[in-house]
């Protein structure tokens, strides 16, 4: 009696501790296109302090896929768009995987291979036409290998795959891309793949500063909109965005179509005329993003599905062309300090070792750093007031069922 009783409260207390580990699932972005980031065995610690549990390579870096064996951390790895024409071949497709995929599991957890970034909104009539049956080789040669069961083949698609977007529920792919876009949902149902947009409200944000609402984009407070079809009310653009995703995938006969947020996020800095590319706006989305990710709501139109979020990106990359603010969306900066303040705590991040270290800031290699954004030192790991209660909370009523144990057992 008494064995089973403890054995029911140890049940229950590691029930209490699984709780709170599981918390959220964050997924980001590690782009590199930079020449001043650190080793990936640096980075580890970095993507743990924001609790991400999934992180999406643009390659299949080796040096990364090494770093991160053993680790728990849930790997896309992508084929760039100039690998489409030739991972038509399925040969050529088996072997990339052998040498790419294959070498790393199962040590490292490669999940997903994504195949081409936002390639139908290039408007280029011969790499679109490259897609699909890239995709195709790609899942056959994985089924050759007997790997289709554990990673899963994709694609990230810009929002611009859309032609209307607003209300969410008027969703709708743009016309010209329908008849190409039809056989890739067709082949997302059949192999059980998620389709995956990228979405900015950044963008929209910076194109029209003065008739969006900054509080809309940045999930602060505010009234919010209701879409007059669907009477749903919306308090932030990112989910108008998605739910008008769900609503063209609804429109063509997807309705049960897994949808991932590849890519979203916002820049820390950006020229004179990128309206609201500040370090206090970043943070903002991205705190506000990562809690809200954490609370386990999905959106107005798909309220109990989990959002499943990649943010953009892990760190700012120096060599990226385009605006300044291409090079800004990092959450960290080249020398591991965080980019500014997420104001989130190592809850959000999924982990109950809320005494971590602050991951060591790395020797900056670096020229171009502003010097004076000097948030190093604020980190991810402080713990807020009601991060803290909970922990308070679990903490006690340990206490209490470790002593009604021992009182047992005595
Ligand atoms: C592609 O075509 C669409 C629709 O015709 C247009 O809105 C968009 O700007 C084009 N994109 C590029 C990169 O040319
Ligand atoms: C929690 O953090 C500790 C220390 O940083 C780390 O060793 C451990 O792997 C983390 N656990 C999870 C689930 O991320």
């Given at each position: 009696?008494?064995?089973?009783?403890?054995?029911?409260?140890?049940?229950?207390?590691?029930?209490?501790?699984?709780?709170?580990?599981?918390?959220?699932?964050?997924?980001?972005?590690?782009?590199?296109?930079?020449?001043?980031?650190?080793?990936?065995?640096?980075?580890?610690?970095?993507?743990?302090?924001?609790?991400?549990?999934?992180?999406?390579?643009?390659?299949?870096?080796?040096?990364?896929?090494?770093?991160?064996?053993?680790?728990?951390?849930?790997?896309?790895?992508?084929?760039?768009?100039?690998?489409?024409?030739?991972?038509?071949?399925?040969?050529?497709?088996?072997?990339?995987?052998?040498?790419?995929?294959?070498?790393?599991?199962?040590?490292?957890?490669?999940?997903?291979?994504?195949?081409?970034?936002?390639?139908?909104?290039?408007n280029d009539t011969s790499l679109?036409?490259?897609?699909?049956?890239?995709?195709?080789?790609?899942?056959?040669?994985?089924?050759?290998?007997?790997?289709?069961?554990?990673?899963?083949?994709?694609?990230?698609?810009?929002?611009?795959?859309?032609?209307?977007?607003?209300?969410?529920?008027?969703?709708?792919?743009?016309?010209?891309?329908?008849?190409?876009?039809?056989?890739?949902?067709?082949?997302?149902?059949?192999?059980?793949?998620?389709?995956?947009?990228?979405?900015?409200?950044?963008?929209?944000?910076?194109?029209?500063?003065?008739?969006?609402?900054?509080?809309?984009?940045?999930?602060?407070?505010?009234?919010?909109?209701?879409?007059?079809?669907?009477?749903?009310?919306?308090?932030?653009?990112?989910?108008?965005?998605?739910?008008?995703?769900?609503?063209?995938?609804?429109?063509?006969?997807?309705?049960?179509?897994?949808?991932?947020?590849?890519?979203?996020?916002?820049?820390?800095?950006?020229?004179?005329?990128?309206?609201?590319?500040?370090?206090?706006?970043?943070?903002?989305?991205?705190?506000?993003?990562?809690?809200?990710?954490?609370?386990?709501?999905?959106?107005?139109?798909?309220?109990?599905?989990?959002?499943?979020?990649?943010?953009?990106?892990?760190?700012?990359?120096?060599?990226?062309?385009?605006?300044?603010?291409?090079?800004?969306?990092?959450?960290?900066?080249?020398?591991?300090?965080?980019?500014?303040?997420?104001?989130?705590?190592?809850?959000?991040?999924?982990?109950?070792?809320?005494?971590?270290?602050?991951?060591?800031?790395?020797?900056?290699?670096?020229?171009?750093?502003?010097?004076?954004?000097?948030?190093?030192?604020?980190?991810?790991?402080?713990?807020?007031?009601?991060?803290?209660?909970?922990?308070?909370?679990?903490?006690?009523?340990?206490?209490?069922?470790?002593?009604?144990?021992?009182?047992?057992?005595?």
């Open positions: 009696m008494v064995m089973e009783l403890s054995r029911l409260l140890i049940l229950f207390i590691s029930g209490l501790l699984s709780h709170v580990k599981i918390g959220t699932s964050i997924g980001i972005n590690y782009g590199q296109i930079a020449n001043n980031l650190p080793t990936p065995e640096n980075v580890i610690p970095l993507v743990k302090s924001i609790g991400a549990t999934r992180v999406k390579l643009y390659d299949a870096d080796p040096k990364v896929l090494k770093a991160f064996a053993n680790t728990g951390v849930e790997f896309t790895v992508s084929l760039g768009n100039e690998y489409l024409a030739k991972m038509r071949d399925p040969d050529c497709a088996k072997t990339w995987i052998k040498s790419n995929v294959q070498a790393y599991l199962p040590a490292t957890k490669i999940t997903c291979i994504n195949v081409g970034n936002e390639v139908l909104t290039f679109s036409g490259c897609l699909l049956p890239a995709m195709e080789s790609v899942h056959t040669a994985l089924v050759n290998l007997g790997l289709d069961k554990q990673v899963s083949v994709t694609t990230a698609h810009s929002l611009g795959v859309l032609g209307s977007s607003y209300p969410p529920s008027a969703g709708a792919f743009r016309k010209d891309l329908v008849d190409c876009i039809t056989p890739i949902l067709d082949f997302h149902v059949k192999t059980a793949s998620p389709f995956l947009i990228n979405a900015y409200p950044y963008f929209a944000y910076k194109g029209s500063p003065k008739q969006v609402s900054l509080d809309f984009v940045l999930f602060q407070p505010n009234q919010g909109i209701v879409d007059p079809a669907s009477n749903l009310h919306y308090d932030n653009m990112l989910f108008a965005q998605i739910d008008a995703v769900y609503a063209a995938l609804a429109s063509l006969g997807y309705k049960k179509l897994l949808l991932h947020i590849s890519e979203t996020g916002w820049p820390s800095k950006g020229d004179e005329d990128e309206a609201g590319a500040t370090p206090e706006n970043a943070k903002k989305y991205n705190g506000n993003l990562i809690k809200l990710i954490s609370s386990k709501k999905g959106t107005p139109m798909r309220p109990n599905c989990d959002l499943n979020i990649y943010v953009f990106a892990l760190f700012n990359e120096n060599l990226k062309p385009g605006p300044t603010s291409e090079r800004n969306y990092g959450l960290f900066k080249p020398d591991g300090s965080p980019a500014y303040s997420l104001g989130i705590s190592a809850v959000t991040a999924a982990n109950t070792t809320v005494a971590s270290p602050t991951p060591p800031a790395l020797p900056d290699t670096s020229s171009g750093n502003d010097p004076d954004s000097g948030s190093g030192s604020t980190g991810y790991l402080s713990i807020s007031s009601a991060t803290k209660a909970r922990y308070e909370f679990v903490g006690s009523v340990m206490l209490v069922l470790v002593f009604f144990l021992i009182s047992l057992l005595l």
